[in-house]
């Protein structure tokens, strides 16, 4: 009796100090399991980060035998088959990847309301300019219903994301030039198709040179990492999230600026929530006002999405 209950104990702490197939198993900072589940190995996704991936092996220990930092795609690749959804040059083949306007329409939460001619594409850049008008054009039909003193531009992807068993990893990035002057609202984000929240923010200034990363889990519970981009408006910089399934009901999704972790939020009851994905320049609302007097540029390249698919 005694002796078998020894040997359960011992079955249970050796089984709780591997983690669970997709779950994190190094990196920096990490202070949990660093040994996988049988069947799946850990993979380096980063400096931050290693994942247990299936694949050859099952329960061997952290191995930091990449090298870069940009492996995230290449490891993923290598163990699970991963896919791309959008490629880096999407605006070129404008019509087959996106949309004009929100998904819901030309109108939201700021005095922006979006118009078709505020769009272009050149050389694979896309460019969204908002112009304040000389008499305001009634309100935005979206809460809290604006004045609207501009018309801008926004872009919606025609795939949606979904984080789940099947596709339990994406990669969502893209470079930006994005304008930080009051009154410009600029943002690059995932919000649900069916409700809200899940909310993503990858990218939004608002009328200063701090990036807000959020996660919005109720309109009161939220995550935020604020990050000062000082040039933001002037040189494209790369912002980038890896979501990953945590458990049956969460995500965990991790920020990065330039390559460079910025923090992780827990984006609790994300699992199996479809998402937009949404480019726009709103102005004034959350970023102040007035907003400019001129013409605003917002700028978007080399945009991506890419996903493990487990079956
Ligand atoms: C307003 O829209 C931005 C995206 O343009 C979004 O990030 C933000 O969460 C929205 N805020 C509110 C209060 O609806």
Redesign the pocket.
């Known amino acids: 009796m005694a002796a078998k209950t020894i040997l359960s104990l011992g079955f249970l702490s050796l089984a709780a100090a591997q983690a669970v197939v997709y779950g994190q198993c190094g990196g920096i900072g990490w202070t949990g399991p660093t040994t996988c589940a049988s069947g799946s190995s850990c993979v380096k996704s980063n400096d931050y980060y290693s994942q247990c991936l299936p694949g050859s092996g099952g329960a061997t220990t952290t191995t930091t035998k990449t090298t870069t930092k940009a492996t995230t795609t290449t490891a993923a690749a290598a163990a699970t088959g991963w896919e791309e959804v959008i490629g880096e040059g999407s605006f070129s083949s404008f019509s087959s990847f996106w949309n004009y306007l929100y998904p819901w329409g030309s109108d939201?939460?700021?005095s922006a309301r979006m118009k078709q001619d505020k769009v272009s594409v050149s050389g694979g850049v896309l460019t969204l300019k908002a112009d304040r008008l000389s008499t305001q054009d009634g309100y935005s039909t979206a809460n809290p219903k604006p004045a609207i003193w501009y018309w801008s531009g926004a872009v919606h992807a025609k795939q949606t994301v979904v984080i789940n068993d099947q596709f339990p990893n994406w990669e969502i990035r893209g470079e930006f030039k994005a304008p930080t002057a009051k009154g410009t609202?600029p943002?690059f984000?995932l919000t649900g198709t069916q409700s809200w929240p899940p909310?993503i923010?990858i990218l939004?200034f608002k009328g200063t040179t701090n990036n807000w990363f959020?996660t919005?889990r109720s309109s009161s519970d939220v995550s935020t990492t604020q990050v000062t981009v000082s040039n933001a408006a002037t040189t494209f910089h790369q912002y980038r999230i890896w979501a990953t399934k945590a458990n049956a009901n969460d995500v965990t999704v991790h920020f990065y600026v330039d390559g460079d972790w910025k923090g992780q939020h827990n984006a609790a009851g994300f699992v199996n929530k479809p998402m937009w994905i949404i480019i726009?320049l709103?102005m004034e609302?959350?970023s102040g006002s007035p907003g400019p007097s001129g013409t605003t540029t917002y700028q978007a390249q080399k945009v991506y999405v890419g996903r493990t698919r487990a079956y």
């Open positions: 939201h939460n700021g609202w943002a984000w909310e923010d939004e959020n919005f726009n709103q609302g959350s």
